[in-house]
């Protein structure tokens, strides 16, 4: 996303917890200021449904009104930068339940999104074709080395968060999730 400010409260994760408003985010973020209209367009839903949910996030202080328009037709733009969270062990209940809410809404869009580029890397242009990155891997860690690698991996992509603040002329919406979490949680709880 596109401004300087980073979120990570549980108010910020429980307003993005819905399908419809991390679709919202990345449009703005990817088109820059638009209307509720234009984002029912983009999105293949009515302005109704866009105008509320565009409200909540304007509430919660993620985007806001550019200042043109009335009703539905004034734009809202961008606020936030990025919504990362990392689990803490001093976070409280609300902001746990909030974050993995959100966890939960990500990761299904997420996976929606490998998708559909599985389903249509065929029909891409040969230079987009191959050029994404899978990768799962189980590693052995303790919990000090995952936050470290979580941090590390989070620095890597602020660095190319700067990058699409001016992107090259080829350059086209690439999305990134990192997800690097315990496993055979069976043995964690004995």
Not at 96 to 101: E, K, R
Request: hydrophobic fraction near 35%; glycine fraction near 6%.
């Amino acid at each position: 996303m596109s401004s300087e400010k980073n979120r990570s409260d549980a108010l910020a994760m429980r307003a993005v917890a819905h399908p419809v408003r991390l679709d919202l985010l990345s449009l703005l973020d990817r088109e820059g200021p638009l209307t509720a209209s234009r984002c029912a367009e983009a999105l293949g839903l009515t302005p109704k449904v866009c105008s509320y949910h565009l409200t909540q996030l304007g509430k919660y202080g993620l985007i806001e009104e550019t200042g043109d328009g009335k009703g539905r037709a004034r734009p809202w733009r961008l606020v936030v930068s990025s919504l990362d969270y990392v689990h803490g062990s001093d976070e409280t209940e609300d902001l746990s339940t909030a974050a993995d809410q959100y966890v939960r809404t990500m990761v299904g869009r997420d996976a929606r999104i490998v998708e559909s580029f599985v389903d249509h890397r065929a029909a891409l242009p040969r230079k987009w074709r191959n050029v994404a990155t899978m990768s799962s891997n189980p590693l052995r860690l303790s919990p000090t080395q995952l936050r470290a690698l979580g941090s590390d991996l989070i620095s890597t992509l602020d660095r190319y968060r700067k990058l699409s603040e001016n992107p090259d002329p080829d350059a086209h919406p690439v999305q990134v999730a990192l997800y690097a979490v315990p496993v055979e949680l069976t043995d964690l709880t004995r």
